[in-house]
C-alpha cells in the first residue's frame, strides 16, 4: 500500500481566506487525482493531473502536480462556506488497478 | 460519466450478523470498486470485482469476511459477514470511468454501516 500524506489533517479558515492543502508521497504516481466529499456522500472528483509541474485551475481552485509527480498541492482562494468538506487526493501508479487514496484533509469555511 | 447507487444507505446491526450492500450503476462497466471509509477518516480500497472472476483483495482484506458478487456489468454485491463493532464504517462502490479503468472514478454514496 503506496501513503499518501495529507497536511494539514484539519483546516478551520474564515470565508475570504486563502489556503493550500499538500499530498506528500514517496512514490511516484502516473497521474493525481483531488476529490471533495461531503456528508453522506461519495467523493467528488475536481481534477486530475497527470504531468510533472502541471498546473491546473477551476475558478478558485488551483492544483499543481509537483515536478518528481510524488506531490501534489490545492490552493483556495478567497474560499467560501460551500468549500466546506473532505478533501482527499489519490494517486494512480502505472500498471495499477486503482487508487491509492490520501489522509485526507477535512476544511472548514466558517462564515 | 456513471450515476451509481447503493442500497442501502445505512444500517444498524447486531454482532454476528451479515449485511449485504448492493451497488448498480446505470452503463456498463469492466471494473467496480469497492472501500471502506472509518469515521473521520480516508477511504482504503477492500477489493476490485471485474465481471465474470474473483474479486481481487487487498492486504487485510478476505473472501471470508467480505465476499463479493459481480453477476453483470452493472451490478456487484458486498456482504460484510459476522459482523463486529469494529466493522462500524461507511462503504463505498466505486467504477473506473477511463479507458484504463482508473482514470476518474466515480462513486455511490455510501452506506453507513453501525455495528451494535
Known amino acids: 500500500t503506496q501513503l499518501l500524506e495529507q497536511s494539514p489533517q484539519f483546516l478551520s479558515i474564515q470565508e475570504g481566506e486563502n489556503l493550500t492543502v499538500y499530498c506528500n508521497s514517496s512514490s511516484v504516481f502516473s497521474s493525481l487525482q483531488w476529490y471533495r466529499q461531503e456528508p453522506g456522500e461519495g467523493p467528488v472528483l475536481l481534477v486530475t493531473?497527470?504531468?510533472?509541474?502541471e498546473v491546473k485551475k477551476l475558478k478558485r481552485l488551483t492544483f499543481q502536480f509537483g515536478d518528481a509527480r510524488k506531490d501534489s498541492s490545492l490552493h483556495i482562494t478567497a474560499a467560501q462556506t460551500g468549500d466546506t468538506g473532505l478533501y482527499l487526493c489519490?494517486?494512480?501508479?502505472?500498471?495499477?488497478?486503482?487508487?491509492?487514496f490520501g489522509t485526507g484533509t477535512r476544511l472548514t469555511v466558517i462564515p | 460519466s456513471a450515476v451509481i447507487s447503493q442500497k442501502p444507505s445505512r444500517d444498524i446491526c447486531q454482532r454476528g450478523t451479515s449485511l449485504t450492500i448492493q451497488c448498480q450503476v446505470d452503463s456498463q462497466v469492466t471494473m467496480m470498486f469497492w472501500y471502506r471509509q472509518q469515521p473521520g477518516q480516508s477511504l482504503t480500497l477492500i477489493a476490485t470485482?471485474?465481471?465474470?472472476?474473483?474479486?481481487?483483495?487487498e492486504s487485510g482484506f478476505v473472501i471470508d469476511k467480505f465476499p463479493i458478487s459481480r453477476p453483470n456489468l452493472t451490478f456487484s454485491t458486498l456482504t460484510v459477514s459476522n459482523m463486529s463493532p469494529e466493522d462500524s464504517s461507511i462503504y463505498l462502490c466505486?467504477?473506473?470511468?477511463?479507458?484504463?479503468?482508473?482514470?476518474?472514478?466515480?462513486f455511490g454514496p455510501g452506506t453507513r454501516l453501525t455495528v451494535l
Open positions: 489519490a494517486g494512480e501508479e502505472r500498471g495499477a488497478n486503482n487508487l491509492f
Open positions: 493531473v497527470v504531468t510533472g509541474g
Open positions: 470485482a471485474n465481471q465474470g472472476s474473483e474479486a481481487t483483495y
Open positions: 466505486s467504477v473506473g470511468g477511463g479507458s484504463g479503468g482508473t482514470d476518474t472514478q466515480y
